[in-house]
């Protein structure tokens, strides 16, 4: 079993490589739909690690299909096909590399905010907290305590920061002057939308969705759900029977790497490290098991 860490199209213009997608032109038209693979690269502490996760490209690729599918009617979305078999003639020829793992997408003019729905709070909504009593700007109640259960979901948007780092926490307030009043306001409708709906069908699977990141962009003038979607790469997953709040939650998946990077005492800087046999493969389990848990399917 072998990780995939880079796809080679041929004569296909390679847009961008982000953390972990490939994403081509499908053709030179300015307009042209997006070729989006989802390689089997890792990274943690904003750094892309030495090592890949066999089949962690397909894993989060199916699972963003599967949600697609189920929030169809809550928002439309930038997908046109990830059956290989209809994808254009030209690329036929890496049918193997990109199966299970490729969509072709509507290229979207992307909102430059990840709009992020928080149910619990953690990570960063947890620091913001921890230091103002506030998330974003929106006060919350004292006393709460790490990975606790907040009083209802909230919006929490993040300017992207484009040369590697943390996205940054930003108030409502800097998202309408971005974006303007009527998009930030349907951006949070839709994220709040979305999470309330994911988050009640993962926990009917005995998964809490304690956080989660979309991305929005105009397909034809109508603001529509791009990118990944509630992946464990975009989404804090937690196992309901290990909920304990007042202190940090495992996270589902990167834990073990988080772990043994901390174990090792890398100082999170370029290069990241690759990873041993046992660490990838517990990583592996760990995406398979999301998988497997919320859509019931096996790979
Ligand atoms: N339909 C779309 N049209 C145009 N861009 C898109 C579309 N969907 C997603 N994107 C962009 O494609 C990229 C996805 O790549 P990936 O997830 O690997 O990047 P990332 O690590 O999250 O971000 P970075 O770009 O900072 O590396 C993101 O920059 C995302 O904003
Ligand atoms: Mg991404």
């Known amino acids: 079993m072998s990780a995939l860490l880079q796809t080679e199209l041929g004569?296909?213009?390679?847009?961008?490589?982000?953390?972990?997608?490939?994403?081509?032109?499908?053709?030179?038209?300015?307009?042209?739909?997006?070729?989006?693979?989802a390689?089997?690269?890792?990274s943690a502490f904003d750094h892309v690690l030495g090592s890949g996760i066999p089949d962690k490209g397909k894993i989060l690729t199916q699972l963003s299909l599967f949600w697609f599918d189920f929030l169809k009617d809550l928002a439309p979305n930038h997908l046109v096909t990830a059956e290989v078999r209809e994808f254009p003639a030209g690329l036929q020829p890496y049918a193997e590399q990109l199966e299970g793992r490729t969509m072709i997408v509507r290229r979207a003019r992307m909102f430059p905010v990840e709009c992020v729905a928080r149910g619990y709070l953690s990570g960063s909504g947890w620091k913001d907290y921890r230091t103002t009593g506030a998330v974003c700007g929106i006060a919350?109640?004292?006393?709460?305590?790490?990975?606790?259960?907040?009083?209802?979901?909230?919006?929490?948007?993040?300017?992207?920061?484009?040369?590697?780092?943390?996205?940054?926490n930003i108030s409502f307030t800097r998202v309408v002057e971005t974006v303007g009043q009527e998009t930030a306001d349907r951006l949070r409708e839709l994220t709040l939308a979305i999470y309330e709906k994911a988050s009640e069908y993962a926990a009917s699977r005995g998964v809490i969705l304690a956080d989660t990141k979309f991305e929005f962009g105009l397909i034809d003038g109508r603001i529509a759900l791009a990118d990944e979607v509630l992946t464990p790469d975009s989404s804090r997953y937690w196992p309901a029977d290990q909920y304990r709040p007042g202190g940090p939650?495992?996270?589902?998946?990167?834990q073990y790497v988080r772990d043994y990077l901390e174990s090792i005492g890398w100082n999170k800087r370029a290069p990241a490290p690759a990873l041993p046999a046992?660490?990838?493969?517990?990583?592996?389990?760990?995406?398979?098991?999301?998988?497997e848990l919320l859509t019931r399917h096996r790979m």
């Open 11 to 37: 004569s296909l213009a390679l847009l961008a490589r982000g953390k972990v997608r490939d994403i081509y032109a499908l053709s030179e038209q300015p307009e042209s739909d997006l070729v989006f693979v």
């Open 39 to 42: 390689t089997d690269r890792i």
């Open 140 to 168: 919350l109640p004292s006393g709460l305590r790490e990975s606790d259960k907040l009083p209802e979901p909230i919006f929490t948007p993040a300017a992207k920061v484009n040369t590697g780092g943390h996205d940054e």
């Open 249 to 254: 939650t495992p996270s589902f998946d990167k």
């Open 278 to 291: 046992e660490v990838v493969a517990r990583t592996r389990d760990k995406y398979l098991q999301a998988y």
